[in-house]
């Protein structure tokens, strides 16, 4: 809508999704490279777990020019991360195999 964030709106743009324009606001994942081109873009629903393999691709092919994965976990939208600081270091880091910083709510 009118209230949407540029950002919001350029990556829209770029990659629209299934019911084109007719969703006003809503949680949806972008995937972007370095250029700041859209890569992929992913439903409200779809699990952080499903899109690791697209992040750990786009981050092989640019890791050696700077790129990174920071991983801010939090609970605001739909209770995704309901488990302590700890627990989710333990399933991120210990049974996950993250790669790349976990920090704190």
């Known amino acids: 809508g009118k209230e949407a964030d540029p950002l919001y709106k350029f990556l829209k743009s770029s990659k629209g999704g299934f019911l084109g324009d007719s969703i006003k606001w809503n949680f949806t994942k972008f995937l972007v490279d370095r250029e700041g081109k859209v890569v992929d873009r992913y439903a409200p629903t779809t699990s952080p777990l499903s899109i690791e393999k697209d992040i750990k691709k786009l981050l092989n092919k640019y890791k050696d020019q700077g790129l990174e994965v ?6 605001q939208f739909g209770g995704q991360e309901p488990g302590s600081n700890e627990e989710i270091q333990e399933f991120a880091c210990t049974r996950f195999k993250a790669e790349y910083p976990v920090f704190s709510k």
């Open 70 to 75: 920071l991983a801010f976990p939090c609970n």
